[in-house]
Structures are given as C-alpha cells and as structure tokens.
Nanobody
Framework: QVQLVESGGGLVQAGGSLRLSCAAS?????????MGWFRQAPGKERESVAA????????YYADSVKGRFTISRDNAKNTVYLQMNSLKPEDTAVYYC??????????????????WGQGTQVTVSS
C-alpha cells in the first residue's frame, strides 16, 4: 500500500504564495516513483499541474502554471513540494498529490496515476 498525505492548502489573496507538501509512505512505495500534482476545480476535469521524476532530471508543468509554480522533492523524506507564486483566482481548486512509475503518466499524457492523496483545498481570492 502507498499513502500520500498533502498539506499546505488554504486561502490566499491573488498575487500571494502557498507551498504544498506531500509525504509518501507505505510498504510498496518506492523512492524511484515519479511524483506530481493535479488539481480539480468545481465543474472541471482533474488536470495535471506539475510532475517530477525520481531523480529530478525530468519535470513537467502545465502551460497555465509555467513560471509561477515550482515542483521539487526530497527523496530522503519521500516528500514532494509545490511552490505556488503569483496565484490567481483561476488557480482555485482541490490539489491532489499523485505518484506513479513514470512522469508521462503524471503529466496526464497517458494512463492514470496509481496512487492519489486525499486532496487539499487552495482558494485564491480576487
């Protein structure tokens, strides 16, 4: 089993910043898993936001967040982070941490991640 636990969501004004964290654990979790973030706004489909390979060599960002969001990970802690700057009201969504074997899955290119967190709400007020 793999458990992903997010933290760091909340309410922030437009232009502000938040940092999300996701701690992974479980007997079958491998440090070699790619990890990433998805989000789902009300009435919209869940979309990939950012992803990173286990080594950090490969990263993916959705066009809508490039230059504003940064994904990073600490493999010693099995934790992935999402630093979100210059937040906009359209960034309001439930943010989900995800893990899988490949970055392409977490980029939403093919398939669906095998592991999900429970989600954390991010609300950006105008």
């Amino acid at each position: 089993q793999v458990q992903l636990v997010e933290s760091g969501g909340g309410l922030v004004q437009a232009g502000g910043s938040l940092r999300l964290s996701c701690a992974a654990s479980g007997r079958t979790f491998s440090t070699y898993y790619a990890m990433g973030w998805f989000r789902q706004a009300p009435g919209k489909e869940r979309e990939s936001v950012a992803a990173m390979s286990w080594s950090g060599d490969t990263t993916y960002y959705a066009d809508s967040v490039k230059g504003r969001f940064t994904i990073s990970r600490d493999n010693a802690k099995n934790t992935v982070y999402l630093q979100m700057n210059s937040l906009k009201p359209e960034d309001t969504a439930v943010y989900y941490c995800a893990a899988d074997r490949t970055t392409t899955v977490l980029a939403g290119i093919v398939g669906r991640p095998g592991y999900w967190g429970q989600g954390t709400q991010v609300t950006v007020s105008s």
